[in-house]
């Protein structure tokens, strides 16, 4: 069983730039959902996909928009940059939508300056 | 809107000492319930999971939480601590709508 995997690791951006996260899920997982870890706080929701639909959303501007194909992988893009989304980027699989239990990737670092 | 609020930021302990971290959350609906921890240099991991049923749930490693509604707490609690437990401990609850809050963690260091 291959487990959640995010490319790339880390990501170094200036302000203003678009940056693309990927996220390849469980075995098995239909639903994906993508968070934003700030140094020093707990994983904040940003939005979930449910067989390539948004399933969810939390308090983030639309420059945060993302895609889930038919084989379930994700795209979480985030158009004109800000030094505040400089953060960890967290991808998480689950078998269905709503909130089961849920499969953490390792995440991808990005930086902004 | 939810709220997790994780009551100690960092908690140190000597092994074999008793645990219990505090999560208390605010949302008027009906909530699943979860405690995550991320060992040093691993992946976010399920502990336990709440749905419905028993209000005492037992995890892995031998943890377990409470449920207390009336209280809306969800508190986590092991009776006696090891070194390798030593980690960050992240309570969450999430709605059927599909949106899942986090609690800004609490980190564990268990003294040898």
């Known amino acids: 069983e291959t487990g959640v995997t995010q490319s790339p690791t880390h990501l170094i951006k200036t302000r203003g730039q678009q940056v693309t996260l990927r996220c390849s899920s469980q075995?098995?997982?239909?639903?994906v959902s993508w968070y934003q870890q700030a140094l020093g706080q707990g994983p904040q929701f940003i939005f979930q996909?449910?067989?390539?639909?948004?399933?969810g959303r939390g308090n983030f501007p639309p420059r945060f928009s993302g895609l889930q194909f038919p084989n379930y992988s994700s795209e979480l893009n985030v158009n004109a940059l800000e030094l505040d989304d400089s953060a960890l980027y967290l991808c998480?699989?689950?078998?269905?939508?709503?909130?089961?239990?849920?499969?953490f990737g390792p995440g991808t670092r990005l930086t902004v300056t | 809107a939810q709220s997790v609020s994780q009551h100690n930021h960092h908690v140190i302990l000597s092994e074999a000492a008793s645990l219990e971290l505090g999560c208390n959350y605010s949302?008027?609906?009906?909530?699943?319930l979860f405690w995550y921890v991320q060992y040093p240099g691993q992946h976010l991991q399920l502990l336990l999971k709440?749905?419905?049923?028993?209000?005492l749930v037992k995890g892995i490693k031998g943890f377990e939480a409470e449920f207390i509604k009336s209280k809306f707490s969800f508190n986590l609690r092991k009776p006696s601590v090891q070194w390798s437990d030593t980690a960050e401990y992240f309570c969450?609850?999430?709605?059927?709508?599909?949106?899942?809050?986090f609690g800004d963690g609490t980190t564990l260091t268990v003294k040898p």
């Open positions: 998480a699989s689950s078998l269905q939508s709503g909130t089961y239990e849920q499969y």
């Open positions: 075995s098995g997982h239909n639903t």
């Open positions: 996909y449910y067989r390539e639909e948004e399933n």
């Open positions: 949302y008027g609906g009906t909530v699943n």
């Open positions: 709440y749905f419905s049923g028993d209000p």
């Open positions: 969450a609850v999430g709605t059927n709508a599909g949106k899942s809050t």
